[in-house]
């Protein structure tokens, strides 16, 4: 069964610092990542995804992740927080393009 | 732009009665639909699979005959909560498809049942 874990409930840094949310998952097989992001009150929006290829996966608002196979990892990260990075950010993984299973979430909070 | 909508974004009902959520796919045409339930402060946990003109597939452990879901066109999947009760209350999010992996998602919609 696949399954997703986001060790930390919630992640805090300073604005400007750099930030780094934790996924490990469990697959049998090759695996595709994804990161989302969550408002409040809002829907998920897509961040990136690993499907195939680079390691190192470039998405939106200039978030990156890497693809660790060994550590059976995808760490979420950018250099430089933003006060308004500040949501909740779930990694969800899937075997080809079938369902999704979420982790947990990780509560990203950035002080000014 | 969004390319899912849902519709209503929230809407309270008494205990008993059914409510209706419609899911519209905006710029594509999505023979599989996904509906997920999120608890505050919780992750989604996928409820069923929306199949144009076909059954939905429901996940282990959801009542069928509770939340009923109709993918009658390409565009729209509906999710009716019927005799609601309280403990229904919840964020429903809907989700189509890219077509490369990622699902795209709607905003969500809040029901509180009293």
């Known amino acids: 069964a696949q399954s997703v874990a986001q060790p930390e409930d919630q992640v805090n840094v300073a604005e400007g610092n750099p930030l780094t949310v934790k996924c490990t998952y469990s697959v049998s097989g090759n695996p595709y990542l994804f990161w989302y992001v969550q408002y409040p009150n809002r829907g998920l929006q897509f961040l990136l995804k690993y499907i195939t290829g680079d390691n190192l996966v470039k998405g939106s608002y200039g978030f990156e992740a890497e693809f660790n196979k060994s550590q059976t990892s995808f760490h979420l990260k950018k250099p430089s927080a933003l006060v308004s990075d500040s949501a909740l950010y779930f990694c969800?993984?899937?075997?080809?393009?079938?369902?999704?299973?979420f982790g947990t979430g990780t509560r990203l909070l950035v002080s000014p | 732009g969004a390319v899912v909508s849902q519709h209503p974004s929230w809407v309270i009902c008494k205990s008993g009665t059914s409510v209706k959520i419609e899911c519209r796919s905006l710029?594509?045409?999505?023979?599989?639909m996904f509906w997920y339930r999120q608890f505050p402060k919780q992750s989604l946990m996928l409820m069923a699979t929306s199949n144009e003109g076909s059954k939905a597939t429901y996940e282990q452990g959801v009542e069928k005959d509770k939340f009923l879901i109709n993918h009658a066109s390409l565009t729209l999947s509906t999710l009716t909560v019927t005799s609601a009760h309280p403990e229904d209350s919840s964020f429903y999010i809907c989700?189509?498809?890219?077509?490369?992996?990622?699902?795209?998602f709607g905003p969500g919609t809040r029901l509180t049942v009293l």
């Open positions: 710029d594509f045409q999505a023979t599989t």
């Open positions: 989700s189509r498809t890219s077509g490369h992996g990622e699902q795209f």
């Open positions: 969800a993984v899937t075997l080809g393009f079938q369902k999704l299973v």
